[in-house]
């Protein structure tokens, strides 16, 4: 099979090294892709976010399939230009990637599939949801559209959450804004591959969404990852499987918009059971790195038999012990990234894959071109001896202003 693989960060070099392992793979292109990806593969620029331009650049090439990394070109309805080209696709329609669209679209599915979930509220206007909020006092506040994960706040009082109404109010995203019981306990992450009616369910993972050591500091895109994530048994994905996934397969079908792609539950480990908090309709950057890593499964089929509607399996084989991925980031990420700045060291790593995301080669050098730079991935046995290659490699990488957490997969919880 020629394949075209759309994005440009770590989770898709993670997607094209998997990819690259098929014996069915003939030929694989990166749209845009970076200079990681670039060294293996035939990158090509295309304006993703334009569904006539992919359209376009996949019949140019004759490519059999085309898999979607990030969500801005499933919202912008690329998976459905190709479709209605002929094209064989693996990402979701933008009617079923409402689910990471809209919040509140999210939260009806959710309502009428039953899968649990905090209460919520939802208001057309800012200022009726500021009068609501001082009468709910902690409260979680979110910006119903897709806000590059500055959408959410967690207020710890009617007077944060009225600010934060005000200020999630001022984006784009926010012309609705949702209420939400604000609830405690550990933070995982399963994601599905769905082919419009069945699921096989990847191991659960974690991320580390803060910036610094301890989850201090502000949110990013994602620091780090781990797979599998042991707060979550095997009976607990099962579970996630039957009430979360099914479910939401089952809602969505019925109302004409099968979801086909990656279903990504962000789930919160309460007290009361297992909440969903989010969806995602592509797979998450960066537990995607050390999920690659510990899938033991042919990618290229199994997401040719889900963009077709044949997935045959619900088990997924995956490696014994765990994968770590340490994102290090370019100076002044996440508030100001700067680029530009020139990459040592890559060639004297061993023993791990290192996924590029924020790369660019001038010349003969590879230098920073984003916030979050490389994704260095170790498998092992166990944790500890996952963490202590991957640190240990990742300090053969230099370039200035380099920065990372150094307690990923030291089972940082919520
Ligand atoms: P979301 O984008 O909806 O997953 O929210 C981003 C982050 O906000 C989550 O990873 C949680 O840490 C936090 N969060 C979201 N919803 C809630 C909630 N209902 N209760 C407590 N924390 C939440
Ligand atoms: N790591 C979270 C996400 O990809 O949304």
Redesign the pocket.
């Known amino acids: 099979m020629k394949v075209l693989l759309l994005g440009s960060g770590a989770r898709e070099h993670a997607l094209a090294w998997k990819l690259a392992q098929s014996p069915a793979l003939t030929k694989l292109w990166c749209g845009p892709g970076n200079a990681g990806m670039a060294a293996r593969w035939e990158c090509v620029g295309v304006d993703v976010l334009s569904p006539s331009a992919v359209v376009a650049l996949a019949r140019s090439l004759l490519v059999d399939l085309v898999v979607v990394g990030p969500e801005a070109p499933l919202v912008a309805g690329v998976s459905d230009a190709l479709r209605e080209a002929g094209v064989l696709v693996f990402g979701p329609s933008a009617a079923a990637a409402t689910l990471e669209g809209s919040?509140a679209f999210a939260k009806e599915v959710m309502e009428r599939a039953n899968v649990p979930?905090?209460r919520?509220e939802l208001f057309d206007d800012a200022s009726a949801a500021a009068r609501r909020a001082r009468v709910w006092g902690p409260v979680?506040v979110?910006a119903d559209g897709l806000a590059a994960?500055k959408?959410?706040?967690?207020a710890g009082s009617g007077e944060e959450a009225e600010a934060a109404v005000r200020s999630l109010g001022a984006l784009p995203a926010g012309r609705r804004i949702l209420l939400?019981?604000?609830?405690?306990g550990p933070?995982v992450s399963v994601m599905a591959f769905c082919d419009g009616a069945r699921y096989a369910l990847l191991p659960a993972s974690q991320d580390h969404?803060r910036l610094l050591d301890g989850d201090q500091g502000p949110?990013t895109g994602g620091m780090g990852a781990y797979a599998p994530a042991p707060v979550l048994d095997a009976k607990g994905l099962e579970e996630t499987g039957r009430t979360v996934i099914a479910p939401v397969l089952d809602v969505m079908a019925k109302a004409g918009t099968p979801f086909a792609g990656v279903l990504y539950a962000?789930l919160?480990l309460t007290p009361d059971g297992l909440?969903v908090?989010?969806f995602n309709a592509r797979l998450g950057d960066p537990e995607t790195q050390p999920l690659m890593m510990q899938l033991d499964e042919d990618l290229l089929e199994l997401v040719a038999t889900c963009a077709s509607g044949h997935l045959a399996r619900q088990t997924l084989r995956v490696h014994p012990g765990v994968s770590i991925g340490v994102v290090l980031a370019a100076k002044g990420y996440p508030e100001s990234p700067v680029s530009g700045d020139p990459i040592e060291g890559l060639d004297a790593v061993k023993g791990v894959e290192v996924f590029h995301a924020g790369t660019k080669r001038v010349g003969d050098q590879i230098v920073t071109s984003g916030g979050r730079v490389l994704t260095v991935c170790a498998r092992a046995a166990t944790f500890n001896a996952a963490r202590d290659l991957a640190y240990a490699e990742a300090e053969k990488i230099r370039f200035a202003g380099m920065h990372y957490r150094r307690d990923i997969g030291k089972f940082m919880t919520?």
């Not at 959408?151 to 967690?154: D, I, P």
């Not at 939400?180 to 405690?184: A, F, N, Y």
């Open positions: 919040k979930t905090a919520w979680v979110k994960g959408g959410v706040v967690v939400e019981e604000r609830l405690t933070e969404k949110n962000g919160m909440r908090l989010e919520g």
